[in-house]
């Protein structure tokens, strides 16, 4: 057992604090985009999930995803309601106390539950969120945490996923596609088909897109679980991919449309950060900047399939965390340099880096979409998982609990 | 006794103001409205789907006029308004069968 740090302690703290933050940004971000009266429907999503998914974590989600592994599968359950975990550091990060790791895990838990809930936003009845949310982090998340990074089989065969590409964005991706093929799309969707409404407050939606960056930090360098080199790399890998997320989504969107819009800002940093999320603490600074650059095309391209292929992902958490976070699995195994965090990738002569992601990627979208669609499928037996039709065209803010988010 | 509503361009509000006021017309009521007459919808651009929206914004002034003043109100807010595009809005000319000023419960043209 190795001593604990003061500084990596510490750090730690305030990147916990960090990646808390997100999900409220994130229910800004979310917030903004969808129409007013679904506005504190689609903001309880994000927050009832920082209840639920933080009590249900520390009862029974963090033993499943970092106890003692069975099998390469799952967790076990001797670190139930935390028993054992407190001062001394776990094999995951030796210099900081076990009760901290398991602290800062949480908030990476609550932001994947609720990243899901911008795919099935605007029409889900609000137990059944609960319910669906509930399962999916004991029956999705854990297992997926476990694999890459609880020593089980993913982790083990060598997969690289520094900060979450597979755990957090890639299972929030599928997860939100389960749900809007469970779901079917909304009622009321207009002219422009496809699932693209007129998000109500954008500014709204900037902001929190602004908070999630800044949180992002916390999540990236904070994934380095010490405050050393490797946290500084992840820091400035992470910022420069979401600037170059910006360039490309914004590059791509002024030549198809004909102008710039500060939704393709927002939706580009996002991307960019997405995008490096994998590969923050592998790859070097300038193949950085080409993931972002390129997570901002190949999401804004990702988009626009739901309207080709037709399933209603209200907010792109397809589009945009699951394209985002399989293209930069993927790049992590091209770009992956020793120099960084020693394991080379395919441009570095390291072919079989290449295969082990994806596999990697192929086993988070398969497990994670199957056991989705198996989930809605229960709790669309027990609850149902739509609120009634004229419950959603009233809009969920007034029919679901009973509040209107502007007066007058 | 006439009621004025004048539908113009959001951006032709304070030019229209200023005109009224030059002619001693010193009270109104707006209103931010939304509508489409013939110069249809505009396109909107969210997440590379294009969007048409089916209503323009546009400011609705409410003014009470003396009959012999009209003409000169609709002539200044012609002149303002105008730029000659499709949208640059209407004016409506009402009749009104009574004013009566709450405060004082006085009425008819004295309550203007």
Redesign the interface.
């Not at chain 1, 510490?10 to 808390?20: D, P, Q, T």
């Given at each position: 057992m190795s001593a604990v740090s003061a500084v990596d302690t510490a750090f730690i703290i305030v990147c916990s604090m960090l990646v808390m933050l997100m999900t409220p940004a994130l229910a800004l971000f979310y917030g903004g985009l969808v129409r007013s009266r679904n506005v504190l429907s689609t903001t309880m999503h994000s927050f009832s999930l920082l209840g639920v998914v933080s009590i249900l974590w520390a009862t029974l989600g963090f033993t499943l995803a970092f106890g003692p592994d069975i099998g390469g599968v799952t967790g076990d359950f001797s670190a139930l309601f935390l028993r054992g975990i407190g001062a001394d550091p776990l094999p995951f990060a030796g210099s900081i106390p076990g009760i901290l790791f398991a602290a800062f895990q949480c908030m990476f838990a609550v932001l994947t539950v609720a990243l899901v809930s911008g795919s099935y936003a605007e029409r889900i009845h609000f137990p059944a969120m609960l319910l669906f949310s509930a399962l999916w982090l004991i029956f999705v998340y854990c297992p997926m945490a476990h694999w890459v990074w609880g020593k089980g089989w993913l982790g083990e065969l060598g997969a690289l996923d520094f900060a979450g590409g597979a755990v957090v964005h890639m299972s929030s991706g599928a997860g939100a596609l389960a749900a809007a093929h469970a779901l079917g799309p909304r009622l009321d969707l207009g002219g422009g088909g496809g699932g693209h409404i007129v998000p109500h407050n954008l500014p709204m939606t900037l902001l929190g897109g602004g908070l999630l960056w800044f949180g992002w930090f916390g999540f990236n360098s904070g994934s380095a679980l010490s405050a050393g080199v490797l946290a500084a790399h992840a820091l400035f890998t992470t910022h420069l991919a979401a600037a170059a997320g910006i360039l490309g989504w914004i590059l791509v969107e002024w030549k198809y449309t004909g102008k710039p819009t500060t939704l393709g800002v927002a939706s580009g940093a996002l991307a960019g950060l997405v995008a490096i999320t994998p590969g923050a603490g592998f790859v070097e600074v300038l193949p950085a900047v080409l993931i972002g650059f390129v997570g901002g095309i190949v999401c804004y391209g990702a988009v626009l399939l739901k309207s080709r292929l037709g399933y209603d992902d209200a907010l792109d958490v397809v589009g945009i965390h699951g394209a985002g976070g399989t293209w930069g699995a993927l790049a992590t195994g091209v770009f992956a340099a020793a120099a960084v965090n020693g394991v080379d990738g395919l441009a570095y002569g390291n072919p079989g880096q290449m295969w082990i992601q994806l596999l990697s990627v192929a086993a988070t979208w398969i497990f994670c979409y199957s056991v989705s669609r198996i989930l809605l499928y229960l709790v669309d037996r027990i609850v149902g998982l739509r609120a009634a039709p004229e419950s959603e065209l009233t809009g969920l803010d007034i029919s679901e609990h009973n509040e209107r988010a502007y007066q007058i | 006794m006439k009621k004025l509503e004048i539908i113009i361009r959001p951006s032709k509000l304070m030019a229209v103001k200023k005109a009224l006021e030059t002619l001693g017309i010193h009270g109104m009521s707006i209103s931010e409205i939304r509508g489409y007459g013939r110069q249809r919808g505009h396109k909107?651009?969210?997440?590379?789907?294009?969007?048409?929206?089916q209503f323009v914004p546009k400011v609705q002034i409410s003014s009470l006029v003396h009959d012999e003043a009209v003409q000169k109100v609709v002539d200044a807010t012609l002149e303002a308004a105008r730029t000659g595009e499709l949208g640059d809005g209407k004016i409506f000319v009402l009749p009104v069968e009574n004013v009566i000023r709450i405060r004082t419960g006085e009425s008819g043209n004295d309550a203007l």
């Amino acid at each position: 057992m190795s001593a604990v740090s003061a500084v990596d302690t510490a750090f730690i703290i305030v990147c916990s604090m960090l990646v808390m933050l997100m999900t409220p940004a994130l229910a800004l971000f979310y917030g903004g985009l969808v129409r007013s009266r679904n506005v504190l429907s689609t903001t309880m999503h994000s927050f009832s999930l920082l209840g639920v998914v933080s009590i249900l974590w520390a009862t029974l989600g963090f033993t499943l995803a970092f106890g003692p592994d069975i099998g390469g599968v799952t967790g076990d359950f001797s670190a139930l309601f935390l028993r054992g975990i407190g001062a001394d550091p776990l094999p995951f990060a030796g210099s900081i106390p076990g009760i901290l790791f398991a602290a800062f895990q949480c908030m990476f838990a609550v932001l994947t539950v609720a990243l899901v809930s911008g795919s099935y936003a605007e029409r889900i009845h609000f137990p059944a969120m609960l319910l669906f949310s509930a399962l999916w982090l004991i029956f999705v998340y854990c297992p997926m945490a476990h694999w890459v990074w609880g020593k089980g089989w993913l982790g083990e065969l060598g997969a690289l996923d520094f900060a979450g590409g597979a755990v957090v964005h890639m299972s929030s991706g599928a997860g939100a596609l389960a749900a809007a093929h469970a779901l079917g799309p909304r009622l009321d969707l207009g002219g422009g088909g496809g699932g693209h409404i007129v998000p109500h407050n954008l500014p709204m939606t900037l902001l929190g897109g602004g908070l999630l960056w800044f949180g992002w930090f916390g999540f990236n360098s904070g994934s380095a679980l010490s405050a050393g080199v490797l946290a500084a790399h992840a820091l400035f890998t992470t910022h420069l991919a979401a600037a170059a997320g910006i360039l490309g989504w914004i590059l791509v969107e002024w030549k198809y449309t004909g102008k710039p819009t500060t939704l393709g800002v927002a939706s580009g940093a996002l991307a960019g950060l997405v995008a490096i999320t994998p590969g923050a603490g592998f790859v070097e600074v300038l193949p950085a900047v080409l993931i972002g650059f390129v997570g901002g095309i190949v999401c804004y391209g990702a988009v626009l399939l739901k309207s080709r292929l037709g399933y209603d992902d209200a907010l792109d958490v397809v589009g945009i965390h699951g394209a985002g976070g399989t293209w930069g699995a993927l790049a992590t195994g091209v770009f992956a340099a020793a120099a960084v965090n020693g394991v080379d990738g395919l441009a570095y002569g390291n072919p079989g880096q290449m295969w082990i992601q994806l596999l990697s990627v192929a086993a988070t979208w398969i497990f994670c979409y199957s056991v989705s669609r198996i989930l809605l499928y229960l709790v669309d037996r027990i609850v149902g998982l739509r609120a009634a039709p004229e419950s959603e065209l009233t809009g969920l803010d007034i029919s679901e609990h009973n509040e209107r988010a502007y007066q007058i | 006794m006439k009621k004025l509503e004048i539908i113009i361009r959001p951006s032709k509000l304070m030019a229209v103001k200023k005109a009224l006021e030059t002619l001693g017309i010193h009270g109104m009521s707006i209103s931010e409205i939304r509508g489409y007459g013939r110069q249809r919808g505009h396109k909107e651009v969210y997440r590379g789907a294009t969007l048409e929206s089916q209503f323009v914004p546009k400011v609705q002034i409410s003014s009470l006029v003396h009959d012999e003043a009209v003409q000169k109100v609709v002539d200044a807010t012609l002149e303002a308004a105008r730029t000659g595009e499709l949208g640059d809005g209407k004016i409506f000319v009402l009749p009104v069968e009574n004013v009566i000023r709450i405060r004082t419960g006085e009425s008819g043209n004295d309550a203007l």
